[in-house]
Structures are given as C-alpha cells and as structure tokens.
C-alpha cells in the first residue's frame, strides 16, 4: 500500500532530519536478500540523470577536502544579520566514496530512480550539500547531492521518474556533478551492481537485472576495493579524477523552442526520442497546453 511507509517493518525507522540514521551491521548477516527492481504493473526503473557519465566510481579514490568557517552577512534595509558557512578547499585527501558521480550542468533536470517517499529533502552540511533521500517500495534508500534546487517535500509521494530537483554544485563539491547513492538498511551498496552505467541509450542507463540479491559481502566496504577512477599512479591527478571541475558540452541538454504547430509527439520524433522523456525531462503531462515561444528541454 503506497499509504504505507516503504519497507517500514525492516527498517522500523522514518527519521526527516539525519541522512544516515540506520545501525544495522551487514557485514555479519548470514542469509541472502532478493530485492525486486523493476516489474510490470508493479515498480520500474528510470535513470537519476540523462546526458551525462561515471567520472567517480565506488570504493576509495582521492576526493577533495574543505574547510568551513561561520559567517555573517548583512541583509534588508535595517542591516540585519544571517549566518551562513564559507567554504575553503584545502585541497585532496585520501577518501571511501559511498556513491558514484555522474556529469551533468547546473540545472539539469534531476529524476527519481524508483517510486517512493522522500525522506530527506535539505541542505546537509555534512558533504552532499543540496540534498535529496528517498526511501523505495523495493526496500532500497536512493540519496542525491550537491544539487542546486529541490522541488520534493518531506513525505511527497513519487514515481520513477518524477523530476525531484535540478543539478549543481553544493556542499563539497568541485564543479558541477550529481552524486548518487544507492543503500539498503542505511548501508551503501556498489550503484555498478545495479545499474550499467558503461551504455547508455536514448533513454539513458539501464538496470543491469530486474531483481538483486545481496549478501554480507556487499556490505565489506573496507576492504580492498578500489575505484577505478581513483588513480592514475603514484601521484594524484585532479583532472583526471575530477573532469566535472570544468564543464564538458556533449552532456549539456539542448533546448528548443516551440513553434506553430508543434506536439509533444511531433517534437519527440523530430528529434528521435520517445514522448515519456520529453515529458520527465520538462515536468510536463500529457495534457500539458505549449505554449508559442516556450523553451524545453529534448535531449
């Protein structure tokens, strides 16, 4: 029942305000668990974000460091005063990335990756910035960063593929990229072991299989494994590592203007892509009216 909190009888937990509030130890657990990822009439897949592709894998790599101070600024007529944090990098240290980063531009459209409820929606000053925690019928928590809006609420209902909020750069953050984090029972697994991000179609990436089946060795975070994008040799390589610090033109999604005459459907063919992106990728349904003029997002 969607009324229902999500997978609530294993997690028996629903906390809005810490991103990882869970204790569960994995890497002790004895069976397996079979998680369902997609399934017709049931639950589906739809990728975090289109255009873009895996700069920063799973496992430890060099990641950027920063330092914070507090602040005041002054604002309104009467001088008034908020705080706010600065943010200083400070430069590159050892590191286990619980995620994988995906390339994309400030405002791109940001999706949810299966149906369910958000759980967290803020800004966390812990790292990932803007940022965005759903919990999944299918027992999976999916988490976004450094994003630059968020347009879900605590409690908000959504289906795969929901716009959810747009891309940036928050937190700590060298350039532009969504991080993305795949968990169950608050513990990070691989994203890789889900979904193939090495091919990507028309309609972005897909999952590698339409069920998972987990056992204690997906929870063995610190061993050796080692991101693949963590290394070049013995020394580090900023841009090797972090390609998103400078903005890279084949991901940008293009915009077009809509003319006399024009449908969702026309556009969608014009420009070889299928009606449901068209539509996810602008916030649009189909009983949408265009308007002369207006500007979408196709690619």
């Known amino acids: 029942m969607k009324s229902v909190l999500p997978f609530q009888e294993a997690y028996q937990s629903w906390d809005t305000m810490n991103v990882h509030p869970y204790h569960f130890d994995l890497t002790k657990m004895t069976d397996t668990v079979t998680l369902v990822l997609s399934e017709a009439g049931e639950c589906g897949f739809y990728p975090p974000t289109f255009g873009g592709w895996l700069i920063s894998g799973f496992g430890y790599r060099v990641g950027p460091k920063f330092h914070y101070t507090a602040g005041r600024r002054s604002h309104g007529r009467r001088g008034r005063h908020a705080s706010h944090f600065n943010k200083h990098f400070v430069g590159y240290g050892s590191q286990y990335h619980q995620g994988v980063d995906i390339t994309l531009h400030v405002g791109d459209n940001v999706y949810a990756a299966f149906d369910g409820i958000i759980r967290i929606s803020q800004y966390n000053l812990g790292g990932?910035?803007?940022?965005?925690?759903?919990?999944?019928?299918?027992?999976?928590?999916?988490?976004?960063?450094?994003?630059?809006?968020?347009?879900?609420?605590?409690?908000?209902?959504?289906?795969?593929?929901?716009?959810?909020?747009l891309g940036g750069s928050t937190g700590h953050s060298t350039g532009p990229h969504l991080h993305f984090e795949t968990r169950y029972k608050g513990q990070p697994i691989d994203p890789t072991t889900l979904i193939d991000f090495t091919i990507k179609t028309a309609d972005g990436f897909h999952l590698k299989s339409d069920s998972v089946t987990l056992t204690r060795e997906n929870f063995s975070p610190y061993g050796?494994?080692?991101?693949?994008?963590?290394?070049?040799?013995?020394?580090?390589?900023?841009?090797?590592?972090?390609?998103?610090?400078?903005?890279?033109?084949?991901?940008?999604?293009?915009?077009?203007?809509?003319?006399?005459?024009?449908?969702?459907?026309?556009?969608?063919?014009?420009?070889?892509?299928?009606?449901?992106?068209?539509?996810?990728?602008?916030?649009?349904?189909?009983?949408?009216?265009?308007?002369?003029?207006?500007s979408i997002r196709i690619r």
């Not at 293009?254 to 969702?264: F, T």
């Not at 459907?265 to 009983?287: D, E, Y």
Request: net charge positive; charged share 20%; with cysteine.
């Open 128 to 165: 990932y910035g803007q940022c965005i925690v759903i919990r999944h019928y299918n027992g999976l928590e999916t988490l976004y960063g450094h994003l630059s809006m968020r347009s879900v609420q605590i409690g908000q209902v959504v289906k795969a593929g929901e716009l959810i909020g």
């Open 224 to 294: 050796s494994r080692l991101s693949r994008f963590a290394s070049t040799g013995k020394q580090h390589s900023p841009r090797r590592f972090y390609a998103y610090t400078k903005a890279v033109g084949t991901s940008r999604i293009a915009q077009y203007k809509i003319k006399k005459g024009d449908s969702i459907s026309t556009i969608a063919a014009r420009h070889h892509t299928s009606i449901s992106k068209v539509l996810a990728m602008n916030g649009l349904s189909k009983s949408s009216k265009l308007r002369l003029g207006q």
